[in-house]
């Protein structure tokens, strides 16, 4: 499914106020998940508290152990450090990647803005070697928009 397809029925699920925020950033993670094929774990970690470290918060696909991860380490700690979108097409080809499981092959992370701080990020995984796009980039920046949105209400 092309990803703006995707863009009203995010939209509708994170202005939905008869939701808790926890529970729309699930069904966002699972209407991404289920609707791209090449998103094999999407989640969201938020910065943990005043601690240099990520928490994570919602997620779609299998259970993950790394819940908490220090800023720094891994792909999503380094974007918590440089405030910069990361994609690896080939995560084998990165020194400072965690692996979550021996099917990933290659990961997004985009930073969460609120008030121009960076609060948290998206994580996304995949199966397929190589598959995020400029398009895939730009629109998970869109999602981490809307998501920074609803927090703020």
Known sequence: MPLQKLKPEIKKILTSEELSVDHRLSQVCEILKEN?????????????GDKEELKLRSFAGEPTDHTIIPFGKGICGQVAVSNENFVVPDV?????YIACSINVKAEIVVPLFLNGENIGQIDIDSHTPDPFSKEDEEFLEWVNEEVAEGLEA
């Open 36 to 48: 791209v094929p090449y998103y094999d774990w999407v989640g969201f970690y938020f910065k943990n």
């Open 92 to 96: 084998k080809a990165q020194t400072n």
